[in-house]
């Protein structure tokens, strides 16, 4: 985020996940994932908003959908890995229309 805040102009941020965020507690199997780890994200996530930064979640699995759409306040998710690469540009594109549309109406 300090990388980040410190440019000019509008940001985006992807990140992309599996739905399962880790928490480093020195656990490293499936109780890795918890409230904590959701809670961190979801923090973390607002947080970056507040400085300005729009995060964008992309869940990469079906079952990601749910803590996509808890933790983030903008979530996309894909279910076959092999549209990610699309997908990715599509929800770019959408997602960056009203900073092209509002830098033209400058020219």
């Not at 918890?34 to 699995?61: P, Q």
């Not at 900073?99 to 020219?107: D, H, N, Y």
């Amino acid at each position: 985020m300090k990388i980040l805040s410190s440019e000019r102009g509008k940001k985006l941020l992807f990140v992309i996940s599996d739905g399962q965020p880790h928490h480093p507690d020195g656990v490293s199997d499936y109780r890795s994932y918890d409230n904590h780890s959701f809670m961190d994200t979801y923090h973390v996530v607002r947080e970056a908003e507040g400085e300005g930064i729009s995060v964008i979640g992309v869940g990469i699995t079906a079952s990601a959908s749910a803590f996509i759409a808890r933790a983030y306040l903008k979530g996309f998710c894909i279910k076959d890995i092999n549209e990610l690469p699309s997908k990715l540009v599509d929800i770019y594109l959408k997602e960056s229309a009203s900073f092209r549309t509002w830098k033209s109406m400058l020219l």
